[in-house]
C-alpha cells in the first residue's frame, strides 16, 4: 500500500510526457475515448471502490481547479467528496506536522 501512491505519482509523470508531443486533436480523441469508456465503466458498477493512494493523487490533481470547472468534469466521484479528500490532506499533514 505504501508504494501504490509513488507508483501512481510515476505512472501520471510518464503519461503526462507522454502526451507532449501529441497535437490537440490527438489529446482531443483521447479524451473522448477515455469519458466514453469511464461512462461506461459507471453504467456496470454503483459505487466506485478507491484506495486511498487514488484519493490523495485525486485530490492533489484536481484541488486547484475551481469548483464551476470541476463540476463540468466526468469525474467517479462528486467534486464535493475531491475537495474534502484534499481537506483530509492537509488536515493530516498538519496534525503530523505539530507532533
Known amino acids: ?3 501504490r501512491l509513488p507508483y501512481l505519482v510515476v505512472s501520471s ?3 503526462l510526457i507522454r502526451l ?3 497535437t490537440d486533436i490527438d489529446k482531443d480523441i483521447e479524451m ?3 469519458r466514453h469508456q469511464l461512462a461506461v ?3 456496470q458498477i454503483a459505487r466506485p471502490r478507491l ?3 487514488d484519493r490523495a493523487l485525486l485530490a492533489t490533481l484536481l484541488h486547484r481547479l475551481p469548483r464551476p470547472r470541476l463540476r463540468q468534469l466526468h469525474l467517479i466521484v462528486s467534486p464535493d ?3 474534502r479528500w484534499h481537506r483530509d ?3 493530516r499533514r498538519h496534525a503530523d506536522a505539530s507532533r
Do not use: E
Open 1 to 3: 500500500m505504501l508504494l
Open 81 to 83: 467528496t475531491i475537495l
Open 13 to 15: 509523470v510518464f503519461a
Open 20 to 22: 507532449l508531443p501529441m
Open 32 to 34: 473522448l475515448t477515455l
Open 89 to 91: 490532506l492537509i488536515r
Open 51 to 53: 484506495t486511498p493512494a
Open 41 to 43: 465503466l459507471q453504467r
